[in-house]
Nanobody, 125 residues
C-alpha cells in the first residue's frame, strides 16, 4: 500500500529555516502530483504548496509565497518543502499527500489522497 513518511520538523526561532522531506513508497511516484498541507490546533487543514508530477509546475498559498519552496526528486521518490523566514503563524503539523488522480493537481485537501502521519513545526517568537 502507499506510504508517505514526513521528516524534518522541529523547533525554530522566527526568521529561521527548516527543510521538510516526504518519502513515498507503494506507488509510481513520478505519476502523481504532490502537496504539502498544514493544520494548526483548532483550525482546518490548509493547503501550503503543490508540485506537478514532473516538477515543472509549482503552486503556493499566498501566506507562504516567496518564503517556501516545494521541490521533488523522482529518482528518490521524495518531495521537499524548504521553509525560510519562518513566522510563529507557520506553527502547525505539516502533512504531505499525493494527488487523487494520476497526473493530477492539488489545490485543496479534496484533491488529495494517501496522507502521511505529519511532522510538527513550531516557530517561537
Amino acid at each position: 500500500q502507499v506510504q508517505l513518511v514526513e521528516s524534518g520538523g522541529g523547533l525554530v526561532q522566527a526568521g529561521g529555516s527548516l527543510r521538510l522531506s516526504c518519502a513515498a513508497s507503494g506507488l509510481t511516484f513520478s505519476n502523481y502530483g504532490m502537496g504539502w498541507f498544514r493544520q494548526a490546533p483548532g483550525k482546518e487543514r490548509e493547503f501550503v504548496a503543490a508540485i506537478s508530477w514532473s516538477g515543472g509546475n509549482t503552486y503556493y498559498a499566498n501566506s507562504v509565497k516567496g518564503r517556501f519552496t516545494i521541490s521533488r526528486d523522482n529518482a528518490k521518490n521524495t518531495v521537499y518543502l524548504q521553509m525560510n523566514s519562518l513566522k510563529p503563524e507557520d506553527t502547525a503539523v505539516y502533512y504531505c499527500a499525493t494527488s487523487k488522480l494520476r497526473f493530477g493537481s492539488i489545490r485543496s485537501p479534496g484533491d488529495s489522497a494517501n496522507w502521511g502521519q505529519g511532522t510538527q513545526v513550531t516557530v517561537s517568537s
